[in-house]
């Protein structure tokens, strides 16, 4: 049963593959300037539904990053990027279902959004497969490994913007499934307790996590930072989603 | 005066009493004897406090999502197993005391088990989930895959995030392979049975490769 779907999954990762590749192909062939793509985000509120994460005070991880979710895409649609959410509302989505969604989506940013007690500041992580070259069938657990360099220079964006906002930022590589299954630069995003706060008591800790000005702070860097990878891309004269480096 | 069938019986019972007396002094002996000899036959040799030596720990730090090398000096048994089994032991143990910089509950009896089997050839990732311990055939100088079986509770205990987990993960990782550099590949096991993630987050599902979780190290970067 679970096999199955995995193959299903997989012809769908590569039906999507496909097109996205040859629309790459056409838009290198015509004469430059080349048209602006269209700039796509893909934002995942990790954990919900039946799945509450970990437990941050008196709230489950799954609202609070829902919450983060919410706010983050009504800063990047005023911005004028169009996002795409893997939930809305406190559903129980499997990794393969978030990852089919951001792979639909064809898009040149994605962020998992977590939140924890421990440390503090805000931790990124990139998938830790080994970089890879782009196959035209790629594994579906291991789509990332031809991301993983554009993934890592999107956390670069993300860890300025957010050390330029104040926050303590800490980066890493994980093996995590929703993001190792990701045609796209990838990075999950685990908010802690503010800086101070986290080392007070484990109530401070929490109540700084639902708060809802330290909440504003880390959304607003986050959209600072996918304003910055967007204009990069223009920048480079490139389509950063479809391409690699 | 006594008549005569008195003393008679009175001689009877006396005997049959002396003799019965003479019986169970006998078979005391006789069993005392055999128990005697049980004890002889075990091992009369205490076992061995393994020798204290020295270790190389990759201890986490939630504070910068750092894992850091260092040195400490416990007992350690010559079986590699046993061996990793103690080190591993000895890293959750300073992960449960009080002001740890990666706190988790539980400490050394979070290790069922820790088996070390040839390391599959190829690609990893194609390891078969559930590898049946089995110390037979094993190449004596070849890669090897560390399977770590641990108890439910640990996993239960352990706090939730992508951040604490994955420093679990990377520091026992780190850590078998400083000290047994024959370790490979890591595979992670609850109460015998493979498990979706550590606690929410850390995929268990997967065979770790060490040489890329210490170049992954969060203090690496
Ligand atoms: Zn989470």
Same mark, same amino acid.
């Given at each position: 049963?679970?096999?199955? %779907?995995?193959?299903?999954?997989?012809?769908?990762a590569?039906?999507?593959? +496909?097109?996205? %590749?040859?629309?790459?192909?056409?838009?290198?062939?015509?004469?430059?300037?080349?048209?602006?793509?269209?700039?796509?985000?893909?934002?995942?509120?990790?954990?919900?539904?039946?799945?509450?994460?970990?437990?941050?005070?008196?709230?489950?991880?799954?609202?609070?990053? +829902?919450? +983060?979710?919410?706010?983050?895409?009504?800063?990047?649609?005023?911005r004028?990027?169009?996002?795409?959410?893997?939930?809305?509302?406190?559903?129980?989505?499997?990794?393969?279902?978030?990852?089919?969604?951001?792979?639909?989506?064809?898009?040149?940013?994605?962020?998992?959004?977590?939140?924890?007690?421990?440390?503090?500041?805000?931790?990124?992580?990139?998938?830790?497969?080994?970089?890879?070259?782009?196959?035209?069938?790629?594994?579906?657990?291991?789509?990332?490994?031809?991301?993983?360099?554009?993934?890592?220079?999107?956390?670069?964006? &993300?860890?300025?913007?957010?050390?330029?906002?104040?926050?303590?930022?800490?980066?890493?590589?994980?093996? &995590?499934p929703?993001?190792?299954?990701?045609?796209?630069?990838?990075?999950a995003?685990?908010?802690?307790?503010?800086?101070?706060?986290?080392?007070?008591?484990?109530q401070?800790?929490?109540?700084? +996590?639902?708060?809802?000005?330290?909440?504003?702070?880390?959304?607003?860097?986050?959209a600072?930072?996918?304003?910055?990878?967007?204009?990069?891309?223009?920048?480079?004269?490139?389509?950063?989603?479809?391409?690699?480096? | 005066?006594?008549?005569?069938?008195?003393?008679?019986?009175?001689?009877?019972?006396?005997?049959?009493?002396?003799v019965? !007396?003479?019986?169970?002094?006998?078979?005391?002996?006789?069993?005392?004897?055999?128990?005697?000899?049980?004890?002889?036959?075990?091992? =009369?040799?205490?076992?061995?406090?393994?020798p204290?030596?020295?270790?190389?720990?990759?201890?986490?730090?939630?504070?910068d999502?750092?894992?850091?090398?260092?040195?400490?000096?416990?007992?350690?048994?010559?079986?590699?197993?046993?061996?990793?089994?103690?080190?591993?032991?000895?890293l959750?143990?300073?992960?449960?005391?009080?002001?740890?910089?990666?706190?988790?509950?539980? !400490?050394?009896?979070?290790?069922a088990?820790?088996?070390?089997?040839?390391?599959?050839?190829?690609?990893?990732?194609?390891?078969?989930?559930g590898?049946?311990?089995?110390t037979?055939?094993?190449?004596p100088s070849?890669?090897?895959l560390?399977?770590?079986?641990?108890?439910?509770?640990?996993?239960?205990?352990?706090?939730?995030?992508l951040?604490?987990?994955?420093?679990?993960?990377?520091?026992?990782?780190?850590?078998?392979?400083a000290?047994l550099?024959?370790? =490979?590949?890591?595979?992670?096991?609850?109460d015998?049975?493979?498990?979706?993630?550590?606690?929410g987050?850390?995929?268990?599902?997967?065979?770790?490769?060490?040489?890329?979780?210490?170049?992954?190290?969060?203090?690496?970067?």
């Open positions: 049963m679970r096999r199955s %779907t995995r193959l299903l999954a997989v012809l769908i590569a039906a999507v593959s +496909l097109p996205s %590749t040859a629309q790459a192909q056409s838009a290198s062939s015509q004469a430059p300037p080349a048209p602006p793509a269209r700039f796509v985000v893909v934002l995942d509120a990790a954990h919900g539904g039946s799945d509450p994460g970990a437990r941050i005070g008196g709230l489950p991880e799954k609202t609070i990053t +829902l919450a +983060l979710s919410v706010r983050l895409r009504s800063l990047l649609s005023a004028g990027i169009s996002v795409v959410t893997t939930r809305e509302s406190d559903v129980t989505l499997s990794s393969e279902r978030r990852a089919e969604i951001a792979n639909h989506a064809d898009a040149q940013a994605c962020l998992s959004l977590h939140a924890s007690m421990t440390g503090s500041g805000v931790h990124l992580f990139v998938s830790s497969l080994a970089p890879a070259q782009p196959v035209r069938f790629e594994p579906w657990n291991a789509a990332q490994a031809a991301w993983v360099l554009r993934s890592m220079a999107l956390e670069g964006a &993300l860890n300025s913007a957010l050390r330029h906002a104040g926050l303590t930022v800490t980066l890493g590589r994980t093996l &995590l929703i993001i190792d299954n990701i045609s796209c630069p990838a990075v995003v685990e908010v802690a307790p503010d800086d101070e706060s986290g080392r007070a008591s484990t401070a800790a929490a109540a700084s +996590l639902d708060d809802p000005g330290y909440q504003a702070r880390v959304a607003q860097a986050l600072a930072a996918l304003v910055e990878w967007r204009s990069e891309g223009a920048s480079q004269g490139e389509d950063i989603g479809a391409d690699q480096p | 005066m006594i008549p005569r069938y008195q003393t008679v019986l009175f001689v009877i019972l006396l005997v049959a009493s002396v019965m !007396g003479a019986v169970l002094w006998q078979l005391r002996n006789r069993d005392r004897q055999r128990l005697l000899e049980v004890e002889n036959s075990l091992p =009369t040799q205490a076992p061995e406090a393994a204290e030596q020295q270790a190389t720990l990759y201890v986490a730090n939630d504070a999502g750092s894992v850091a090398a260092e040195v400490f000096s416990l007992p350690l048994p010559q079986n590699p197993n046993e061996r990793a089994r103690a080190i591993l032991g000895k959750l143990d300073l992960y449960a005391a009080p002001g740890s910089t990666h706190p988790v509950p539980g !400490g050394d009896a979070s290790i088990h820790v088996f070390l089997l040839p390391a599959a050839d190829g690609n990893p990732a194609a390891t078969p989930s590898a049946t311990p089995s037979e055939n094993r190449a070849g890669p090897e560390a399977v770590v079986d641990l108890t439910r509770s640990f996993a239960a205990n352990h706090p939730s995030g951040e604490t987990e994955t420093l679990t993960i990377l520091s026992i990782c780190a850590t078998l392979h000290n550099p024959r370790i =490979t590949q890591v595979r992670f096991l609850v015998g049975q493979p498990c979706a993630t550590l606690a987050h850390a995929d268990l599902t997967r065979t770790y490769l060490t040489g890329e979780t210490a170049s992954t190290a969060a203090a690496d970067r």
